[in-house]
């Protein structure tokens, strides 16, 4: 009570001061027409920005209120330390003196932050160098640095400023930071749970107790906005288990004395168990409402699940967009009956009116062009609104590959009520992108490939990439660049240069080698939002030199240079969520090869299917399956070279390198190798779950594996018993440089000339 009353005395005391202040900066003086105005200690401020401030002009009538209101305006400004005005023969003369600019902000003892990230959260608040030095601003400066500090729970750090003087009325700002020890939860409490386990409950939280992983999570550090995401997340899991009467009844954070030791309870009421009994549709559903019941997924006799009422709200939403009423609403009511613990939903529907697109706006893509996003767009402006048109372009904006996120809302025109603008915005990410991977082995000890790209050339949209392999046994280098906009329509060209170098797994020099090289160009024609049609032509050249333990099936090849001209068409369709991480979709691929001239005439078919299912929040599954056949035709054999492979990274783990083949008689000591097959068989399967410590974190999880797969000759017929498989256990990690996946595998079913690999680290592509 008392720091109170002396807080209201010292404002009234400060507002008399202010007062008395004013009225003797502008002695009473009779009212006078003004002569001239003159000013002085102007040094960087422009006189003209002093005059527009004044209320008065040379001609007109100057009075001590206009003196007063004159004092008032240029304090406003925050430009001035001082000011005052003198009158002297009906000539104003305004005294000012100016602030000090800010020359440099510098900090000391800045650990957990970036200099630039604390200049930009100063910034935000109105202190930056070049700007006029205040005081209070300072003031306000070391709050936000305290407060920028808490959100990374350290409650203790200490902020000191310094202001130091530098020529031509300049100040440099310098925070000196103790940031001290991160605070952390030492107790998190889950007060009224009944119906299901504390433990169940916490791995819904962000924030958790510290553990072995939270060096990686952080998540024993508290933050405000973690705690509300909690909260969320809680209300969440039991609204979408049937208690529709769930609620935080109170939350209590407490810190220690130290401030080093937090403490959050979070007391919760559960309420009883609803059963749905009914979903009824009341409003207008444009005449359609067998259509709007086939997109209801809440499900009669089940529990009350929250996320099924908001994806059927959504679902509404969406379809009465696709006729352009943009303003729809769907409203959800309940009608609880609490005896027989049943609950009816009533799903309300205003469909208001139709609008259309004024503009499209777009933000947050500092390095892509504007170009590159808005043809992407298949919501054009000036048309009627298309929700389904909007997604998708959504969508499509989101596959470039080019953004951490994007996100579309709608907004209403001003005084137009049936006019809409749409704002895309887009946090760019790298496009620079590093693909590694290394394996170790018997033969080689160690071999390395390196991949470099570039996703979004200069802003432009482009690829340009190059790979290298380092094996001793198999060298490739290539590069490739792709305009996916060659034409306007969107069909996109790729042009690839590459050159191969193979030899069997031994050092010795006198050994065969088989190089290759050649140049193509293709096209990529898209027929769907998901799905592109692809056509192309190479000329490769292959030349097989003879040495010790040449293969009998190189052998009508050797020492002669081989030419084909493989001509390409294939079809791809990609629906999948993520291209580094997927968690659900569906990616479909068809491909035929045919050699029609030069010294070959083969085809070569193949086929991959892959879809993810998102079998809980936390966990998912994924199966890769691909086929492969190739053949000869018009009095020729299928060139050997041509041959699929198997086994090793993006294949069956477990076993080295495109080592795979039925033939069990080859010998690894006498340094042959696999010649591959015409036909391939493999099929991945893989179970993903969160890495144990980190919580719902989708960016480092575990995942074991189930690889199947081999090759066959073009004389062999597929023998199912010939196949090979392995299981294991990995890590993926979406690291700054791309997907990283470590494999630890054991072969199931292995044969006695079989090289295996146990160890293999990927980074780059997933499977």
Same mark, same amino acid.
């Given at each position: 009570?008392?720091?109170?009353?002396?807080?209201?005395?010292?404002?009234?005391?400060?507002?008399?001061?202010?007062?008395?202040?004013?009225?003797?900066?502008?002695?009473?003086?009779?009212?006078?027409?003004?002569?001239?105005?003159?000013?002085?200690?102007?040094?960087?401020?422009?006189?003209?920005?002093?005059?527009?401030?004044?209320?008065?002009?040379?001609?007109?009538?100057?009075?001590?209120?206009?003196?007063?209101?004159?004092?008032?305006?240029?304090?406003?400004?925050?430009?001035?330390?001082?000011?005052?005005?003198?009158?002297?023969?009906?000539?104003?003369?305004?005294?000012?003196?100016?602030?000090?600019?800010?020359?440099?902000?510098?900090?000391?003892?800045?650990?957990?932050?970036?200099?630039?990230?604390?200049?930009?959260?100063?910034?935000?608040?109105?202190?930056?160098?070049?700007?006029?030095?205040?005081?209070?601003?300072?003031?306000?400066?070391?709050?936000?640095?305290?407060?920028?500090?808490?959100?990374?729970?350290?409650?203790?750090?200490?902020?000191?400023?310094?202001?130091?003087?530098?020529?031509?009325?300049?100040?440099?700002?310098?925070?000196?930071?103790?940031? +001290?020890?991160?605070?952390?939860?030492?107790?998190?409490?889950?007060?009224?749970?009944?119906?299901?386990?504390? !433990?169940?409950?916490?791995?819904?939280?962000?924030?958790?107790?510290?553990?072995?992983?939270?060096?990686?999570?952080?998540? /024993?550090?508290?933050?405000?906005?973690?705690?509300? !995401?909690?909260?969320?997340?809680?209300?969440? $899991?039991?609204?979408?288990?049937?208690?529709?009467?769930?609620?935080?009844?109170?939350?209590?954070?407490?810190?220690?004395?130290?401030?080093?030791?937090?403490?959050?309870?979070?007391?919760?009421?559960?309420?009883?168990?609803?059963?749905?009994?009914?979903?009824?549709?009341?409003?207008?559903?444009?005449?359609?409402?067998?259509?709007?019941?086939?997109?209801?997924?809440?499900?009669?006799?089940?529990?009350?699940?929250?996320?099924?009422?908001?994806?059927?709200?959504?679902?509404?939403?969406?379809?009465?967009?696709?006729?352009?009423?943009?303003?729809?609403?769907?409203?959800?009511?309940?009608?609880?009956?609490?005896?027989?613990?049943?609950?009816?939903?009533?799903?309300?529907?205003?469909?208001?009116?139709?609008?259309?697109?004024?503009?499209?706006?777009?933000?947050?893509?500092?390095?892509?062009?504007?170009?590159?996003?808005?043809?992407?767009?298949?919501?054009?402006?000036?048309?009627?609104?298309?929700?389904?048109?909007?997604?998708?372009?959504?969508?499509?904006?989101?596959?470039?590959?080019?953004?951490?996120?994007?996100?579309?809302?709608?907004?209403?025109?001003?005084?137009?009520?049936?006019?809409?603008?749409?704002?895309?915005?887009?946090?760019?990410?790298?496009?620079?992108?590093?693909?590694?991977?290394?394996? $170790?082995?018997?033969?080689?000890?160690?071999?390395?490939?390196v991949g470099l790209n570039q996703?979004?050339?200069?802003?432009?949209?482009?690829?340009?990439?190059?790979?290298?392999?380092?094996?001793? $046994?198999?060298?490739?280098?290539?590069v490739h660049t792709t305009d996916?906009?060659?034409?306007?329509?969107?069909?996109?060209?790729?042009?690839?240069?590459?050159?191969?170098?193979?030899?069997?797994?031994?050092?010795?020099?006198?050994?065969?080698?088989?190089?290759?090289?050649?140049?193509?160009?293709?096209?990529?024609?898209?027929?769907?939002?998901?799905?592109?049609?692809?056509?192309?032509?190479?000329?490769?050249?292959?030349?097989?030199?003879?040495?010790?333990?040449?293969?009998?099936?190189?052998?009508?090849?050797?020492?002669?240079?081989?030419?084909?001209?493989?001509?390409?068409?294939?079809?791809?369709? /990609?629906?999948?969520?993520?291209?580094? !991480?997927?968690?659900? +979709?569906?990616?479909?691929? @068809?491909?035929?090869?045919?050699?029609?001239?030069?010294?070959?005439?083969?085809?070569?078919?193949?086929?991959?299917?892959?879809?993810?299912?998102?079998? &809980?929040?936390?966990?998912?599954?994924?199966?890769?399956?691909?086929?492969?056949? +190739?053949?000869?035709?018009?009095?020729?054999?299928?060139?050997?070279?041509?041959? $699929?492979?198997?086994?090793?990274?993006?294949?069956?783990?477990?076993?080295?390198?495109?080592?795979?083949?039925?033939?069990?008689?080859?010998?690894?000591?006498?340094?042959?190798?696999?010649?591959?097959?015409?036909?391939?068989? @493999?099929?991945?399967?893989?179970?993903?779950?969160?890495?144990? +410590?980190?919580?719902? /974190?989708?960016?480092?999880?575990?995942?074991?594996?189930?690889?199947?797969?081999?090759?066959?000759?073009?004389?062999? &017929?597929?023998?199912?018993?010939?196949?090979?498989?392995?299981?294991?256990?990995?890590?993926?990690?979406? &690291?700054?440089?791309?997907?990283?996946?470590?494999?630890?595998?054991?072969?199931?079913?292995?044969?006695?000339?079989?090289?295996i690999q146990s160890f293999q680290?990927?980074?780059?592509?997933?499977?």
């Amino acid at each position: 009570m008392k720091s109170k009353f002396f807080s209201k005395l010292f404002s009234c005391f400060q507002a008399v001061v202010l007062t008395v202040f004013l009225s003797q900066a502008a002695l009473a003086v009779e009212p006078f027409v003004v002569k001239d105005i003159r000013m002085e200690g102007l040094q960087r401020v422009e006189p003209g920005n002093v005059l527009a401030t004044l209320p008065f002009k040379v001609g007109e009538n100057y009075s001590d209120d206009k003196g007063t209101l004159a004092i008032r305006n240029l304090f406003a400004l925050g430009l001035f330390k001082d000011v005052r005005i003198e009158v002297k023969d009906d000539v104003v003369t305004v005294v000012v003196e100016e602030r000090p600019l800010i020359s440099a902000i510098n900090f000391t003892g800045i650990k957990e932050f970036d200099k630039d990230t604390l200049k930009k959260a100063l910034k935000d608040i109105g202190l930056s160098e070049g700007r006029p030095f205040d005081k209070a601003l300072s003031d306000r400066a070391e709050q936000e640095l305290k407060r920028q500090y808490i959100n990374r729970s350290l409650y203790g750090a200490e902020v000191v400023t310094t202001v130091a003087p530098a020529e031509r009325n300049k100040v440099n700002l310098n925070f000196t930071v103790i940031e +001290g020890d991160v605070s952390k939860i030492k107790e998190y409490k889950i007060v009224g749970n009944k119906a299901f386990e504390l !433990a169940a409950i916490k791995d819904q939280l962000d924030l958790s107790e510290p553990n072995y992983m939270s060096w990686y999570t952080k998540s /024993d550090r508290y933050s405000q906005a973690k705690l509300n !995401a909690d909260l969320e997340n809680l209300k969440s $899991f039991y609204l979408s288990r049937g208690y529709l009467e769930f609620r935080v009844e109170s939350t209590q954070v407490a810190i220690s004395p130290n401030k080093q030791d937090i403490t959050i309870t979070i007391n919760i009421f559960e309420g009883s168990r609803f059963v749905v009994s009914e979903v009824a549709l009341e409003g207008f559903y444009l005449g359609r409402d067998n259509e709007f019941k086939s997109l209801i997924t809440i499900k009669p006799g089940l529990a009350y699940n929250v996320t099924d009422v908001v994806n059927t709200s959504k679902a509404f939403a969406d379809y009465f967009g696709n006729f352009g009423f943009a303003f729809a609403r769907v409203e959800q009511r309940t009608e609880i009956d609490r005896q027989t613990s049943q609950v009816k939903i009533i799903l309300q529907a205003d469909p208001s009116r139709r609008a259309y697109v004024r503009r499209i706006n777009i933000a947050g893509n500092e390095r892509t062009r504007d170009e590159i996003i808005r043809r992407e767009f298949r919501q054009m402006e000036s048309s009627w609104y298309d929700g389904q048109r909007i997604k998708s372009s959504r969508d499509r904006v989101d596959r470039l590959g080019f953004f951490t996120e994007v996100t579309i809302d709608t907004q209403e025109v001003p005084d137009n009520p049936d006019q809409v603008d749409i704002n895309l915005k887009v946090t760019e990410k790298p496009t620079n992108s590093l693909s590694l991977g290394v394996g $170790f082995s018997s033969s080689e000890n160690a071999f390395l490939t390196v991949g470099l790209n570039q996703d979004n050339f200069f802003g432009t949209g482009n690829s340009v990439g190059a790979q290298i392999n380092t094996s001793q $046994f198999n060298k490739i280098y290539s590069v490739h660049t792709t305009d996916p906009y060659f034409t306007e329509d969107g069909v996109s060209r790729t042009f690839n240069l590459f050159s191969k170098n193979s030899r069997p797994y031994s050092t010795s020099t006198n050994y065969y080698n088989m190089n290759s090289s050649g140049v193509g160009l293709s096209f990529g024609v898209p027929i769907a939002d998901t799905d592109t049609i692809y056509v192309g032509a190479a000329y490769e050249s292959t030349t097989i030199s003879s040495g010790s333990n040449l293969p009998a099936a190189y052998a009508s090849y050797a020492d002669d240079p081989i030419t084909s001209i493989p001509l390409t068409v294939g079809w791809a369709r /990609d629906s999948r969520d993520s291209m580094l !991480a997927p968690n659900k +979709g569906i990616f479909m691929r @068809l491909n035929s090869e045919l050699g029609l001239m030069g010294d070959t005439r083969y085809y070569k078919n193949s086929g991959q299917y892959q879809q993810y299912w998102p079998l &809980s929040r936390m966990y998912t599954f994924a199966v890769n399956a691909e086929l492969g056949l +190739g053949g000869g035709f018009a009095g020729h054999d299928y060139p050997v070279f041509k041959n $699929f492979y198997s086994g090793g990274l993006g294949s069956v783990r477990g076993f080295q390198q495109n080592s795979l083949q039925t033939d069990t008689t080859y010998s690894r000591y006498n340094g042959e190798y696999s010649t591959g097959g015409s036909k391939k068989i @493999l099929l991945n399967t893989e179970f993903l779950m969160p890495f144990p +410590g980190v919580g719902t /974190d989708k960016t480092l999880r575990l995942y074991t594996f189930l690889d199947v797969g081999n090759v066959y000759t073009a004389d062999e &017929s597929i023998d199912l018993s010939q196949l090979r498989s392995s299981t294991g256990l990995g890590l993926s990690w979406i &690291s700054p440089v791309g997907p990283l996946r470590l494999a630890v595998a054991k072969p199931l079913k292995k044969f006695d000339n079989d090289r295996i690999q146990s160890f293999q680290f990927q980074i780059g592509t997933s499977f």
